[in-house]
């Protein structure tokens, strides 16, 4: 399937979206609609999303075993934001699947497993290339800012 989208001025000169959202979806029977005279039933099921934000295209993904990051502190009291956050991976079981004390800041891609801290993933590149998770091959690792 391929969609083009023009976007035009009131003279009808083309100009690029500021911000744009296009989701490719298909539509997945499910069910019904049998000899028992219920309607069918069908799903959407979301295929890729992109999202265009000026001349800037972005591929959203999901990563897998994130928690809500810990709520932001106050400017000026970095030592008791450091345990507050601390507490707050402790309490959400947000900690590193490696070391279990630090919080989960790294991702493996492409499994998209969100389960190392900055440390135990560099590490992981040193020693084994593996993710802990499901033993996939690490293509590269991504930071995710908490």
Same mark, same amino acid.
């Given at each position: 399937?391929? %969609?083009?989208? @023009?976007?035009?001025?009131?003279?009808?000169?083309?100009?690029?979206?500021?911000?744009?959202?296009? =989701?490719?979806? =298909?539509?997945?029977? %499910?069910?019904?609609?049998?000899?028992?005279?219920?309607?069918?039933?069908?799903?959407? +099921? %979301?295929?890729?999303?992109?999202?265009?934000?000026?001349? &800037? =295209?972005?591929?959203?993904? @999901? /990563?897998?075993?994130?928690?809500?990051?810990?709520?932001?502190?106050?400017?000026?009291?970095?030592?008791?934001?450091?345990? &507050?956050?601390? &507490?707050?991976?402790?309490?959400?079981?947000?900690?590193?699947?490696?070391?279990?004390?630090?919080?989960?800041? =790294?991702?493996?891609?492409?499994?998209?497993?969100?389960?190392?801290?900055?440390?135990?993933?560099?590490?992981?590149?040193?020693?084994?290339? +593996?993710?802990?998770?499901?033993?996939?091959? %690490?293509?590269? /690792? /991504?930071?995710?800012?908490?």
């Amino acid at each position: 399937m391929l %969609v083009l989208l @023009t976007v035009v001025d009131a003279a009808g000169e083309p100009v690029a979206p500021v911000k744009l959202q296009a =989701t490719l979806a =298909t539509l997945v029977y %499910v069910g019904g609609g049998g000899a028992g005279g219920g309607a069918p039933e069908w799903r959407v +099921r %979301v295929l890729q999303q992109r999202l265009q934000v000026g001349d &800037a =295209t972005f591929v959203p993904q @999901t /990563l897998f075993g994130g928690a809500d990051a810990p709520p932001e502190a106050a400017a000026g009291a970095a030592a008791a934001a450091a345990a &507050a956050a601390k &507490a707050a991976v402790a309490e959400a079981g947000a900690e590193c699947v490696v070391c279990l004390e630090a919080p989960r800041t =790294t991702a493996i891609l492409p499994c998209r497993h969100l389960c190392l801290c900055a440390d135990c993933a560099t590490q992981l590149c040193a020693s084994a290339n +593996r993710c802990p998770v499901c033993r996939g091959d %690490v293509g590269s /690792l /991504l930071s995710v800012a908490r």
